[in-house]
């Protein structure tokens, strides 16, 4: 396990479902090199794998697999995703919660990534939309 000094990582593709693999592949790398198998590992790959999924199912139109940045940011005292496309925008406080005491299926993706990190704001601006999230360690 790596000492995580301020190290940036930066991956651009298409938003398409067929490189769901490779996104999680990518970042279970790095974040396991600097926090070991870990549950903050575990935990912040599934953060950047259902943020990926979003952006893949909702942002783009017809199936359509525009651009995508995911850049991470690891410190000693915070890790930081931002994830960055210019797909259509969106109100993360207009999606409503899922219903955990019943079946659903889908849609809890927002829930599970707001409830893993410390700091959810998300932006839109002149067709950019910039998702960053921090955990603090």
Known sequence: MASPQSREFILELAADLCFQAAVDEYFRNVLEK???DSGLA????L????AFTNVARHAYPDDTAGP?????????RVLEFRIIDSGAPFDPDGV?????????VGGYG???????VDVFE??????????????HL
């Open 110 to 116: 927002l829930h599970i990534i707001r409830n893993m």
């Open 34 to 36: 600097y926090y070991g």
């Open 68 to 76: 995508l940045r995911i850049e991470l940011r690891v410190t000693a």
């Open 96 to 104: 409503p919660a899922p219903n955990v005491e019943g079946l659903q």
């Open 122 to 135: 998300y932006a839109s601006d002149n067709g950019r939309n910039t998702l960053r999230l921090e955990k």
């Open 42 to 45: 575990s935990a912040m790959q």
């Open 47 to 50: 953060v950047v794998s259902e």
